[in-house]
């Protein structure tokens, strides 16, 4: 079957970094998503990877390895509005978006 | 950027009523739109993939004669939970891609909070 893992929950101090894991094992693989997701609101889209290596966006960055079945979200300079789950998802052979359970990511001052 | 609206924003309906949720794609056309729901805590759960002017595509165990789900144009698809139940209560979420391809995201509406009493 099609399984992705993200750990449950993560804590990090403001000003630090943290990197969010993520492995998946899916039928074919056409790209890796990253969405951010605050409580009650709707995911908004972060980052996409489909080529091995890092992705950077600001404080944001993304790496893929697709021999390992492996990404992780690294955010840098965490700021409290980062506070928010953080869902990874994989296109499978059918362009199906397969949805990882998520991390909540939890800001403390 | 894409912009997909979603209304309403949140909805309290009686058991038994029928509610519907639009979502409309306001400055690209989607010729396919998805509808998601999450429960709390969870992760988001694909229910059907709206076609224009075609049926709609239903995940396995999803009634398609409760949730119905209606692709007129290409901007615009509604969802309508049809007798609803309290077990229905959710967060309803459509979704679109700008093109049809493996790097296009899908951009999300800001979701409907359904509550059955």
């Known amino acids: 079957g099609q399984n992705i893992d993200q750990p449950t929950e993560m804590t990090a101090t403001e000003g630090a970094i943290v990197q969010i894991n993520c492995t998946y094992q899916?039928?074919?693989?056409?790209?890796l998503f990253w969405y951010q997701q605050h409580a009650g609101e709707a995911p908004t889209f972060l980052s996409y990877?489909?080529l091995d290596g890092l992705e950077e966006k600001g404080r944001f960055s993304s790496f893929l390895s697709r021999s390992k079945g492996y990404s992780y979200l690294l955010l840098k300079e965490l700021q409290m509005k980062d506070s928010a789950s953080y869902l990874c998802?994989?296109?499978?052979?059918?362009?199906?978006?397969?949805w990882g359970a998520g991390t909540k990511l939890i800001i403390k001052p | 950027g894409a912009v997909v609206s979603q209304h309403p924003s949140w909805v309290i309906c009686k058991s038994g009523t029928s509610v519907k949720i639009e979502c409309r794609s306001l400055?690209?056309?989607?010729?396919?739109m998805f509808w998601y729901r999450q429960f709390p805590k969870q992760s988001l759960m694909l229910m059907a993939t709206?076609?224009?002017?075609?049926?709609?595509?239903?995940e396995q165990g999803v009634e398609k004669d409760k949730f119905l789900i209606n692709h007129a144009s290409l901007t615009l698809s509604t969802l309508t939970v049809t007798s609803a139940h309290p077990e229905d209560s959710s967060f309803y979420i459509c979704?679109?891609?700008?093109?049809?391809?493996?790097?296009?995201?899908?951009?999300f509406g800001n979701g409907t909070r359904l509550t059955v009493t």
């Open positions: 709206s076609n224009e002017g075609s049926k709609a595509t239903y």
């Open positions: 979704s679109a891609a700008v093109r049809q391809e493996g790097s296009s995201p899908l951009h």
């Open positions: 899916t039928s074919g693989f056409n790209g």
């Open positions: 998802a994989v296109r499978d052979s059918n362009y199906q978006l397969i």
């Open positions: 990877n489909v």
């Open positions: 400055d690209f056309q989607a010729t396919t």
